[in-house]
């Protein structure tokens, strides 16, 4: 049977650990821990009851679960959407404004999002309004958003989750829901991000330091079109994403996933005008939520152009490729 070593041996010092955070959860004992940004079991391991629930919760010792394989996936309905509310939001604050909607409406009772400590990524639990609008914007790096799963459940007594993820947070939430972790049913809804691949917080403040830009003053870091840029004030700076050192952190180089395609709604900024978030609808429940989102009055919402739909297809498919590539 296997258990900690394994997960260890196989997936974690292989390099192919995506940091999801879902082994730390899925540990009845609370026994492994993110020390030194991978989880670890301390090197007591008295206690360890060599169970193998940490192996089988992660989604990286199955075979993937995987999208369509084409494309930007499965969807219902496409659409560029923007909350007309000011907020430190990334794009057009639609995740937020989901967010807000479904815990108005009862539909959800927390949720796993992604806070920062100055621009650094720190996983959190959303309890309330206020929590949700704090963790509006992209903070780059890796945030293990599932290691607080089951504190969420166990502590905060929560259980009508929304997750918000990266594709590979989606990824994991599905492989829980499909082995049926005992933990899995808490989970109501999920909204994914779309992500060209990662950026290690070391390369970025290492950066800041190089160009002379204080953390405190920075309003927005983004990538697009292959650009990194940092808004701070007046001034924007941008380099290439490959100029960054150690920008990518390993395993980024082996996800094939652009747009969260097992998301019950995906969001990102390409296709859309700047301000504006494009929205992914995939399945019943992300058509049930967003449709009421829409009748909001401070929502609008708006057509893609069927060049940026193409657009964002020859993206993805480029990821899917590059992952093919590396893993080849
Ligand atoms: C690592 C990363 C790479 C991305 N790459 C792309 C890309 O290539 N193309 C693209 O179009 N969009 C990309 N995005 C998505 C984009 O940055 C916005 O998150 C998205 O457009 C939603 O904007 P919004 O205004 O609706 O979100 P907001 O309302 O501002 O909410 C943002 C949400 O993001 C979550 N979040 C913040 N940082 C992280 C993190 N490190 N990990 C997980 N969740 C986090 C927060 O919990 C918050 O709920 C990326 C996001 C991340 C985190
Ligand atoms: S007790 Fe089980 S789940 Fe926890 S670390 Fe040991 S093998 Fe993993
Ligand atoms: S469950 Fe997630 S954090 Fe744990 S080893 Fe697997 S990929 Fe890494
Ligand atoms: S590129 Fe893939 S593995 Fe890396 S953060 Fe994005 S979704 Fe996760």
Redesign the pocket.
Known sequence: MPGYEELESRIIQTGICTVCGSCISSCPLYYLRMIDGKPKRPKNKAACKNCSVCFDSCYKTSAEIKGQGHGIGHYQRLVA?K?NKT?????????????KCAHDMELIDG??????EGWK?V??V?TCAED?IA?????????P?LMNLRPAIVEHELDKLAV???PC?IQAVRHLQKIKLDLSPAVAFT?G???????AFDGITEHMSRMGVREENVDRM???NGKFTIRAGNSNTSIPVSDLKNWGPHHCWFCAD??SELADIS??????PEGW???VIRTEKGEDIFSKLESYPEVSTSNIPTNEVEQ?KL?SGRKRERARTEIA
């Open positions: 959407a909350w907020g430190s939001f990334q794009d057009g604050g639609i995740v937020t404004a989901l967010l949720a796993l999002l992604s806070n920062g990524p996983p959190s959303a949700l963790s509006a914007g992209t903070k780059y790096g890796v945030s958003v918000v993820g990266t947070h909204i991000l779309f992500c060209s691949g990662n950026i983004t990538v697009s652009h747009t969001i990102g900024s390409e296709g859309s978030s494009t929205v964002l993206v």
